[in-house]
């Protein structure tokens, strides 16, 4: 063991008993630990005499005044012991459906808050996505590039220009490969955004 | 090995234990025994971490009436010394942050002058009691010393020190309350009058 360690030990008396006959016999021969001892015996009769005398404290009044202070304290729960109580797959069972619930009521609250109002599908009398011509077999590298958004002919309906503004804010790209030959082109892969 | 006495279990009056066991069966003066018995060192620890009395009082009852309301928490009821004096020693270090906002509790009445000087200011009973002012103002500098220097060291090595050495707590209690072993408690203890020795090496 560290012998400063024991040292210390020793000058605060919580040193064993062997170490103690140990320590002593050191500090007989050797006047390195002597000194260790003294610097220890000098902090503690330092932090003696430092000691910042209190007021005097009239006691039984703070007891008075504390068990006051108690009596308008709640009572103590009778017991927290659920941990004993329930097994761990139950606790976690109750874990789940309390994160679960949370969630539940956050998403409410939340839409209830903004207001938000989910679009009506039965609103739009026609399609949003068109995909014209077969694209993929006319291209020659079995690549194609598809443009997804707002049917041209859908350009001036209000309700879909709401929609796409919000559920579609890039001009969507799909690229379709098909057939063995991989593309030459890196381009094809690069998606604009 | 526990050379400090803090084993009420060898008396006749009850253990933490029973009057734990006692407050929680609805016997509220079994509390009050505890209060009788801890409420010296709670002060005690409080003052040696906020050096200021009243601030040491208010922190006391904090601490008591948050312990009789967290008191079926309490895993294990022989452990209450402890227990209270880590809320002691949190409230504490709390205390700073939250005081500008709380209301100064009327405490004058609970207490009297320094004991055995005439300030209460940082100095030492030990040196003050002879009342001469050199000497009194050398103690009153060595208190300022060490505070200063208590501050600087790492939470768990000021309250170990403030704890064990200071207050005389047993090991087992400080061990409780700093939630650790007691071998962790000494070495809190031999880390924190280390970094001691070098803060004041000139003036020890």
Redesign the interface.
């Known amino acids: 063991m560290d012998r400063?360690?024991l040292i210390?030990?020793y000058a605060?008396?919580?040193?064993?008993?062997a170490d103690r006959a140990a320590l002593e016999a050191i500090l007989a021969q050797d006047a390195d630990a002597r000194a260790l001892l003294a610097?220890?015996q000098?902090?503690?009769?330092?932090?003696?005499?430092?000691?910042?005398?209190?007021?005097?404290?009239?006691?039984d009044?703070?007891?008075a005044?504390?068990?006051a202070?108690?009596?308008r304290?709640?009572?103590?729960?009778?017991?927290?012991r659920l941990v004993s109580r329930w097994s761990p797959v139950g606790m976690a069972l109750a874990a789940s459906l309390l994160i679960a619930s949370s969630i539940g009521i956050s998403v409410y609250l939340s839409t209830q808050h903004t207001g938000a109002v989910l679009p009506q599908q039965t609103a739009i009398a026609n399609p949003v996505l068109i995909v014209t011509g077969p694209v993929a077999e006319a291209a020659p590298n079995g690549v194609a590039e598809v443009s997804i958004g707002p049917a041209p002919q859908l350009a001036g309906n209000s309700d879909v220009s709401r929609y796409s503004s919000d559920l579609v804010t890039h001009q969507s790209r799909l690229i379709i490969a098909s057939g063995i030959n991989p593309p030459t082109s890196t381009d094809a892969f690069s998606l604009p955004y | 090995?526990e050379?400090r006495s803090g084993d009420l279990s060898k008396s006749k009056l009850p253990t933490d234990g029973e009057l734990v066991a006692e407050?929680?069966g609805g016997d509220?003066k079994a509390?009050?025994q505890l209060?009788?018995r801890y409420?010296?060192q709670a002060?005690?620890v409080s003052?040696r971490l906020l050096?200021n009395?009243h601030d040491?009082?208010e922190v006391?009852?904090d601490a008591?009436?948050k312990a009789?309301?967290?008191?079926?928490?309490l895993q294990k009821p022989e452990a209450f010394g402890g227990w209270l004096m880590r809320i002691v020693s949190n409230l504490s270090l709390n205390f700073r942050r939250s005081r500008k906002t709380r209301s100064q509790l009327p405490l004058d009445?609970?207490?009297?002058?320094?004991?055995?000087?005439a300030g209460?200011?940082?100095?030492?009973?030990?040196?003050?009691r002879g009342g001469d002012p050199l000497h009194r103002l050398e103690?009153e500098e060595?208190?300022r010393?060490?505070?200063t220097a208590l501050g600087q060291l790492p939470e768990k090595q000021r309250l170990a020190?403030v704890m064990?050495?200071?207050e005389e707590m047993p090991?087992r209690d400080v061990a409780a309350a700093l939630q650790c072993s007691v071998e962790a408690v000494?070495?809190h203890?031999?880390q924190g009058?280390?970094k001691?020795?070098e803060l004041?090496k000139d003036?020890?």
């Open positions: 400063e360690f210390s030990q605060d008396g919580t040193i064993s008993d610097g220890e000098r902090l503690t009769r330092f932090l003696s005499a430092a000691n910042a005398p209190m007021q005097v404290v009239h006691w009044a703070l007891a005044r504390i068990s202070a108690v009596d304290a709640e009572e103590p729960a009778p017991s927290y | 090995m050379p407050t929680l509220r509390f009050d209060i009788n409420q010296r002060v005690a003052y050096g009395s040491a009082l006391t009852q008591f009436v009789f309301t967290s008191l079926s928490t009445d609970l207490l009297g002058p320094v004991e055995g000087s209460d200011s940082g100095g030492s009973e030990w040196m003050a103690s060595m208190g010393r060490l505070k020190i064990f050495t200071i090991q000494k070495w203890v031999f009058r280390k001691l020795k004041l003036v020890i």
